[in-house]
């Protein structure tokens, strides 16, 4: 993962406790601003109707090789790796980010593991779990 230091040049000239200003810098700037490893993140959405459970991330640049799925031991595990470029660049300005990325999702016992399946399309990869039949409500017929 193509990670990078910076150092927070205000440092030297704010007095107090260093974790404070970092602190407050990484709330307003992002963890660039305070000398942090600014990480790739990947934004997910989960929810759930009344046949499935659903989870959606936003992986834009990852292709399907760059996706691994498992399911043990009820979590869900999603890896994604964007990869970098090729060749070496000299930017002024790289705030894209690169290198893999580990969502968990921790599911009920209700769910089909043989029935999880998942489809990436237009840098949104969406994953799908079924629930067990006799997990999903039932209505029930009144006399």
């Given at each position: 993962m193509a990670n990078t230091l910076v150092?927070?040049?205000?440092?030297?000239?704010?007095?107090?406790?260093?974790?404070d200003v970092d602190s407050l810098m990484e709330q307003f700037f992002g963890p660039q601003a305070s000398g942090g490893i600014q990480a790739f993140c990947v934004p997910a959405s989960v929810w759930e109707d009344q046949a499935s459970y659903h989870v959606e991330m936003d992986v834009p640049g990852v292709t399907r090789e760059g996706v691994d799925i498992t399911y043990e031991k009820g979590t869900l595990r999603i890896t994604t790796e964007r990869q970098g470029p090729e060749e070496q660049r000299n930017g002024l300005v790289d705030e894209r980010r690169y290198g893999k990325v580990t969502r968990t999702v921790t599911l009920p016992e209700s769910i089909d593991p043989e029935s999880i399946s998942a489809e990436l399309n237009n840098g949104v990869l969406h994953v799908k779990v079924a629930k067990k039949p006799e997990a999903q409500p039932k209505r029930i017929e009144i006399k």
């Amino acid at each position: 993962m193509a990670n990078t230091l910076v150092t927070n040049r205000l440092r030297p000239f704010v007095p107090g406790p260093w974790s404070d200003v970092d602190s407050l810098m990484e709330q307003f700037f992002g963890p660039q601003a305070s000398g942090g490893i600014q990480a790739f993140c990947v934004p997910a959405s989960v929810w759930e109707d009344q046949a499935s459970y659903h989870v959606e991330m936003d992986v834009p640049g990852v292709t399907r090789e760059g996706v691994d799925i498992t399911y043990e031991k009820g979590t869900l595990r999603i890896t994604t790796e964007r990869q970098g470029p090729e060749e070496q660049r000299n930017g002024l300005v790289d705030e894209r980010r690169y290198g893999k990325v580990t969502r968990t999702v921790t599911l009920p016992e209700s769910i089909d593991p043989e029935s999880i399946s998942a489809e990436l399309n237009n840098g949104v990869l969406h994953v799908k779990v079924a629930k067990k039949p006799e997990a999903q409500p039932k209505r029930i017929e009144i006399k």
